[in-house]
């Protein structure tokens, strides 16, 4: 069976005031039906850009994008028509950013909102019963308490966590096959995030969605997801089953990630990584992780590394996985 | 040994109120500690309990609501303005967004110079220069490279050391480290810490680390306090606290971490989940504060406050489930 959704070759750049921004570096991935995939990296290294191409949603600086976007192994949703891409938006694939204070509307009651969606989504005509009664039955799916009260106030009376909640209700109407859950749980407290991650969790399995979990918080993308990629500017460095790409990283850049995580035993903390994530305009030509790279060889200056199948569905972008 | 040359700081029946158009903000509710010379005392809590205010008021950005605070036995319980030129320097803070602490419009040189002009006399420019550089080469940035740089030309982790070179500059002996890194990514964070702990010896330095990370604060702090809706509910030393966490409250924040093996999922308290969310500080739950979202609520809590009784020696906690057992035995 084909794969959900394929992004084969992905290239996106940004055009600004310095130049042009060479983010996104032939970008490939897949997520099968049902699967929940992580994708682990630190900020500006591509992970929302993937993301957002994907819905196709990129902001208009956004110059060369180049690649495919294959979605249940037939159609390419870099060419599809405005028609079909909306089929796709209202119907497939949803997205849960990772503010929902700028996701909401703050003029707008959050059940106005709601209601909109829904008469966007479901695409039938409903009475304003109807979408209402819909509306509710979302806010209590994601276990509101209260969700009368919720959907007659406005996002700025709710905190944080009941703003995520919203949004999470919101995304799941349009949501019936993938559900991009991008930092779901930034700006939130530990405790609450905790609440939410079980939440979007929750609901995947009921609902059998699959998942492209993007998230800062590792440990929890460990936890939740099959499957881990590991981005480092614009490139996917490393790819392997979660539990697996946290116990036994290979990517020297992983590896520093990682270590620098701190941990509960309290064996202190790894060294991080030197230096900083490149500069987008002129990005290093081989591997661009060899600038910040301890085993960095000629090789990794001059060309990209391939592909490697190390273990069985362990693979990772690195020269000194490759045999001579 | 009296507790006068033991503490740095003496925090007592701290609080800190403010007012605002819908009522009076209860940041800081009587809350008692002591830190001790060279050692990291960790503050943790979820945003609004109060942890930032505290720090805030030690270094003097406002006046106490009541309560004291004393600075190597001496009454500080003052606005910044009202403490002498000697205190103010040797008191000094790291603000957790680097990218909003730094003069947009000032080199890295002018912003270290400006301590060392204010409190250390020095005028002559060249002076100046030596001194900024050597700081900067205390936080592990090369001086030939940063010192005519602004802050818009730096990453978030070079901002950070700045900021830290910044507060080395009055040669204090306590820092304020209001979550210094939680604006940057992992790996920055990593050689942050590794340089405030390496400096913290070679300066002498005691400090208050306030973070919402219990994971981070698990590595870097000698004592870990908690705090929560403007009160302390946990102290313990960091090893004691993550063997026999207590408070109902710590062992939820401690379950809710998201861990990365299964030696670290094993030192989770189990049988215990995450639930509710924080309610406001202006109207805060009576008695216990956490009994909204506690699992083990009993009648008591909604009517008493729970005190803070040393459960083993330096191990604190507030709460009612525990001062009982205490009586009992």
């Keep these: ?324 | 040994m009296t507790p006068k040359s033991e503490n740095i700081i003496e925090v007592i029946n701290l609080k800190k109120y403010f007012k605002v158009s819908l009522g009076v903000v209860r940041a800081v509710d009587d809350i008692t500690f002591n830190i001790k010379y060279g050692e990291t005392f960790g503050l943790v809590g979820e945003s609004g309990s109060g942890k930032s205010t505290t720090g805030h008021v030690i270094v003097g950005m406002y006046a106490p609501t009541s309560g004291k605070i004393l600075f190597k036995g001496q009454d500080i319980s003052v606005p910044a303005a009202k403490r002498p030129k000697s205190i103010k320097k040797d008191i000094q803070i790291v603000f957790q967004d680097p990218a909003s602490s730094l003069n947009p419009s000032k080199t890295v040189r002018d912003i270290i110079a400006l301590p060392l002009k204010m409190y250390s006399n020095l005028k002559d420019e060249r002076e100046i220069d030596e001194r900024v550089a050597r700081l900067l080469e205390a936080v592990e940035l090369p001086p030939e490279d940063y010192m005519y740089r602004y802050p818009r030309e730096l990453g978030g982790g070079e901002k950070q050391a700045v900021a830290i070179a910044r507060a080395l500059a009055t040669n204090p002996s306590f820092i304020v480290l209001d979550e210094p890194t939680s604006a940057l990514d992992v790996s920055i964070q990593a050689k942050i810490i590794r340089t405030l702990m390496r400096l913290q010896k070679e300066y002498s330095l005691s400090y208050l680390f306030i973070t919402h990370d219990l994971s981070l604060m698990r590595n870097v702090a000698n004592r870990v306090a908690i705090m929560y809706l403007g009160k302390i509910c946990e102290i313990a030393t960091a090893d004691e606290f993550f063997k026999n966490p207590l408070h109902p409250y710590t062992k939820m924040l401690l379950s809710s971490i998201p861990v990365l093996t299964e030696e670290e999922e094993r030192l989770k308290p189990k049988g215990i989940e995450s639930r509710g969310e924080i309610p406001s500080p202006m109207n805060p739950p009576s008695g216990c504060r956490f009994r909204t979202r506690c699992p083990f609520v009993m009648d008591i809590c909604s009517k008493k406050e729970p005190p803070l009784v040393e459960v083993e020696p330096g191990h604190y906690v507030a709460c009612h489930l525990l001062t009982m057992k205490a009586i009992k035995a």
Aim: some cysteine.
């Design chain 1, 1 to 324: 069976m084909p794969p959900l959704l394929e992004v084969r070759d992905l290239y996106v750049s940004y055009k600004t005031y310095k130049g042009i921004l060479k983010v996104l570096n032939g970008v490939n991935l897949y997520v099968n039906e049902g699967e929940k995939v992580g994708l682990i990296g630190e900020s500006g290294c591509g992970k929302t850009t993937t993301m957002k191409a994907i819905l196709r949603i990129l902001p208009p600086n956004a110059v060369n994008v180049r690649g495919q976007i294959i979605y249940k192994g037939s159609k390419d949703i870099m060419k599809m028509s405005k028609r079909e891409l909306m089929k796709i938006r209202r119907n497939s694939i949803s997205m849960i950013f990772q503010d929902p204070t700028a996701a909401l509307n703050p003029v707008f009651k959050v059940g106005e909102q709601m209601m909109d969606i829904i008469k966007f989504s479901y695409g039938r005509r409903m009475t304003k019963k109807e979408l209402k009664e819909e509306a509710l039955r979302l806010l209590r799916e994601v276990k509101l308490p209260d969700p009368e009260r919720v959907f007659d106030s406005y996002p700025f009376q709710l905190s944080g966590g009941m703003r995520q909640r919203v949004v999470i209700a919101m995304a799941l109407a349009s949501a019936h096959e993938l559900l991009i859950a991008d930092e779901p749980t930034t700006n939130l407290d530990v405790t609450i995030q905790d609440q939410i991650l079980k939440l979007i969790n929750e609901v995947v399995v009921k609902r059998k969605l699959s998942v492209i979990l993007i998230s800062h918080a590792l440990g929890a993308v460990r936890s939740m997801t099959d499957r881990t990629y590991v981005m480092y500017a614009g490139d996917i460095v490393e790819m392997a089953d979660s539990r697996n790409l946290f116990e036994n990283p290979l990517h020297p850049y992983t590896q520093g990630l990682l270590s620098s995580v701190p941990k509960l035993t309290g064996e202190g903390i790894g060294a991080g990584i030197k230096g900083r994530v490149p500069d987008y305009l002129n990005p290093p030509p081989g591997c661009r992780f060899a600038p910040r790279c301890d085993f960095a060889r000629s090789e990794c200056r001059k060309s990209k590394p391939p592909w490697i199948e190390v273990s069985k569905n362990h693979y990772v972008s690195c020269w000194l996985y490759a045999r001579k």
